[in-house]
């Protein structure tokens, strides 16, 4: 795990990638299909999302498997093809990052509120550990659990992950709060650093959520926090609905202005989450090298 990171991260924060969901979009992604089932039906065109972002200079990418969980698949008559929609999912990232870039699986949320008994502890410990697993199998070098909201769903996912010997991310989404420095579930960042932490992350942060202003304080409560990596990915400001989709208003420009204060404070690893795209990766690499 050490050797990964200390190659990631000998010469300044690593550059992830941006967005997947809208770069599917523009390649004919409908409102309300299944992301993940493009990986059986349409991997080529997933495999352009992931090449392009190795292109521009993510030295980290993540997988076409934020929802490739049974919860999620399931509503889309794929519940029983977690295994096989995950394995591809790493698969075709690693096909587009050949020797050029680390591919991290993505976890994102079930869907389901514990808070609310939608869903049994354990219920999500068995279909995290049937993703992560999955993840693992197609050749992962690292799983992220990402876009959290409820600390006891991620740590149960974190949890997961750690079964699968590989190294781990987890990150929340802070939107909530006077600052937008909690989660929905009211959580902070000193909170979620101990829940992710126990867990066994060895890499914490945030996704989602907000603009990248804002994340620049949510570095700093995390440093102030822990002393492992920082992951930072940051939307592309708030999404403004246009003929039924989200569009983004933040300039790759716009982004990278704050690119200098997230490395002053110590974030490890930074990239793009909602409305980012591939200019947004070659904004930051072009900069990663300068400094």
């Known amino acids: 795990m050490k050797a990964l990171f200390d190659e990631l991260l000998r010469r300044g924060p690593a550059v992830t ?21 493009w990986n059986l039906k349409h991997p080529a065109r997933v495999e352009v ?30 519940g029983d093809d977690v295994r ?3 394995r591809r999912a790493v698969e075709i990232s690693r096909t587009a990052a050949g020797a050029r870039a680390f591919v991290f699986g993505s976890i994102g949320p079930s869907g389901k509120l514990l808070m609310s008994g939608e869903v049994t502890e354990d219920a999500l410990r068995e279909a995290y550990e049937e993703q992560a697993r999955a993840l693992a199998e197609g050749g992962g070098h690292a799983l992220v659990v990402e876009t959290m909201s ?18 781990v991310v987890g990150c929340m989404v802070f939107d909530s709060g006077k600052g937008n420095d909690r989660t929905m579930m009211g959580t902070t960042v000193a909170q979620a650093v101990a829940a992710l932490t126990e867990a066994g992350a060895d890499v914490v942060g945030a996704n989602c959520g907000q603009g990248i202003a804002g994340f620049v304080e949510l570095c700093r409560q995390f440093r102030a926090a822990t002393d492992l990596p920082v992951w ?5 400001g708030l999404p403004e609905m246009v003929d039924g989709r989200a569009e983004y208003r933040t300039t790759p420009e716009e982004f990278l202005s704050h690119a200098p204060a997230l490395r002053e404070i110590g974030a490890d690893f ?22």
Do not use: M
């Open 150 to 167: 409820d600390p006891v769903e991620a740590a149960t996912a974190v949890r997961a992950a750690t079964l699968t010997g590989l190294p």
């Open 49 to 78: 999302v992931a090449r392009e972002y190795v292109e521009a200079g993510s030295r980290v990418i993540l997988t076409n498997s934020f929802g490739g969980n049974r919860f999620i698949l399931g509503r889309h008559g794929h």
């Open 84 to 86: 096989e929609i995950n």
């Open 270 to 291: 930074i990239g793009g989450c909602c409305g980012t795209t591939p200019d947004f990766v070659r904004a930051l690499r072009n900069w990663a090298d300068e400094v």
């Open 17 to 37: 990638d941006g967005a997947w969901g809208t770069q599917l979009q523009g390649l004919g992604l409908g409102l309300g299909e299944c992301p993940e089932i």
């Open 232 to 236: 930072i990915k940051a939307n592309a």
